[in-house]
């Protein structure tokens, strides 16, 4: 259990204080997804950790996390409700942000101590590894940790011209990863997607639940299912073909740490 986090006041900030920052907007994670990252890292820190949410509706939020708008971008239309929101965090100044923060989707659960995350290679950009690239120097920005300004090109770039980004990258992460001069790649074990990692290869995901190594500290759940599908062994899909290989079987540990 996260110690001192209720003697910690909202919006104060002190020196040796761990910040982790997350964005919601649109409608696609409600309020809940927000309060149990927010219970997950509470329970997974041993140091003063805050979590600053970028929203524009925090309405049932826990008091514990903090609220700040969502940042401006120049974000054509078209793309509103894609990650590439995401990169409106890269700008500098951002709120009160200084040094490295970790940020978080909405759509992680954490199965372990984060603290970790700080302390390794401090200065430098962070993230884990898109597990669909694995030969390839991608980061997959579920997770990742980064120096606030010192690559704030990533943004202004984008700002300044976004219709030429767009046209080159197919997802922003691929965009990050290609114009950030220092990015190192967090232990795998630490970082794991629930598609990749963990669901056992077709056609055994019918018969084995998938199994949550020790060491893991954090799942990523991109694309479907979401946690809770996953929890009660759903997997959504819309082409009746799919479902020939789509499947996950009902896996307890999602509900034991997804809270």
């Known amino acids: 259990m996260g110690r001192n986090h209720g003697d910690v006041a909202l919006g104060v900030k002190s020196e040796a204080m761990q910040t982790i920052i997350c964005i919601k907007w649109g409608t696609r994670y409600g309020i809940d997804y927000l309060n149990r990252l927010a219970s997950m890292i509470r329970r997974n820190t041993q140091r003063e950790t805050r979590l600053i949410c970028f929203t524009d509706d925090a309405k049932g939020v826990d008091p514990w996390v903090q609220i700040a708008p969502l940042p401006p971008i120049n974000l054509p239309a078209r793309e509103f409700t894609t990650p590439w929101r995401k990169l409106s965090l890269w700008q500098y100044p951002l709120h009160d942000l200084e040094g490295d923060v970790l940020f978080f989707d909405l759509d992680v659960v954490i199965t372990g101590s984060i603290d970790g995350f700080f302390d390794f290679e401090p200065g430098r950009f962070c993230v884990a590894q898109n597990w669909t690239q694995p030969n390839e120097r991608v980061g997959n920005t579920s997770i990742y940790r980064f120096p606030v300004g010192k690559m704030s090109h990533i943004f202004d770039t984008f700002n300044a011209d976004p219709e030429t980004i767009l046209r080159r990258y197919r997802i922003e992460q691929q965009y990050?990863?290609?114009?950030?001069?220092?990015?190192?790649?967090?232990?795998?074990?630490?970082?794991?997607?629930?598609?990749?990692?963990?669901?056992?290869?077709?056609?055994?995901?019918?018969?084995?639940?998938?199994?949550?190594?020790?060491?893991?500290?954090?799942?990523?759940?991109?694309?479907?299912?979401?946690?809770?599908?996953?929890?009660?062994?759903?997997?959504?899909?819309?082409?009746?073909?799919?479902?020939?290989?789509?499947?996950?079987?009902?896996?307890?540990?999602?509900?034991k740490h997804w809270r």
Do not use: M, Q
Not at 228 to 251: H, Q
């Open 176 to 255: 990050i990863s290609a114009e950030s001069e220092d990015v190192v790649f967090f232990p795998p074990e630490w970082c794991l997607s629930f598609k990749h990692s963990l669901l056992p290869s077709w056609p055994l995901n019918f018969f084995i639940p998938p199994r949550l190594p020790p060491e893991a500290k954090v799942v990523a759940f991109h694309g479907k299912p979401d946690p809770d599908e996953a929890r009660d062994g759903i997997w959504p899909v819309n082409a009746a073909w799919k479902r020939s290989y789509k499947y996950v079987l009902p896996t307890p540990w999602i509900a």
